[in-house]
């Protein structure tokens, strides 16, 4: 099997328990709304989220928090989002590397046992099947990375 983009089905919701992180994220995962891309043969799968809209700097406003899951290990990586519209439906999406940071509290195993660049390497691939919110994604997309 390998990636699909889909919402996130009450059976999916119920399975993985997304509703814990509403215990330590400022995020809410909802069935039946929520976008996510999954594999579920690899027990991987990444959903985003936007910061609250409280940060303090007007940069912040692109900042975007993804939660990355695989094999039961929990990751939040930031990245900021750069775009630049290329043409009428084309659009450039640049992502920019801001922090990973191994998320215990979500995670089976208590110790992270990935190297950063696995996950990053894999991370990247996944990020473009995801795209960027779901439903409302522009046609035609370039995505890139500044790592």
Do not use: C
């Not at 089905?9 to 330590?24: A, I, N, T």
């Not at 594999?39 to 990355?68: A, H, K, M, V, W």
């Amino acid at each position: 099997m390998s990636f699909v983009r889909e919402v996130v089905s009450q059976e999916d919701f119920d399975k993985y328990d997304l509703g814990r992180y509403k215990q330590r994220l400022p995020m809410s995962i909802t069935a039946n709304s929520t976008y996510w891309v999954i594999d579920r043969e690899r027990d991987i799968y990444l959903t985003s989220y936007r910061s609250t809209g409280n940060d303090p700097e007007p940069q912040d406003y692109s900042r975007r928090f993804f939660i990355f899951y695989i094999s039961g290990d929990m990751y939040e990586i930031t990245l900021n989002l750069k775009i630049k519209k290329l043409g009428e439906g084309h659009w450039s999406y640049l992502w920019e590397y801001q922090s990973l940071a191994f998320m215990p509290y979500f995670s089976i195993n208590k110790e992270d046992k990935h190297q950063t660049i696995e996950i990053l390497s894999i991370f990247k691939g996944v990020v473009k099947i995801y795209r960027h919110a779901g439903k409302n994604d522009p046609e035609h997309l370039d995505i890139s990375f500044n790592f």
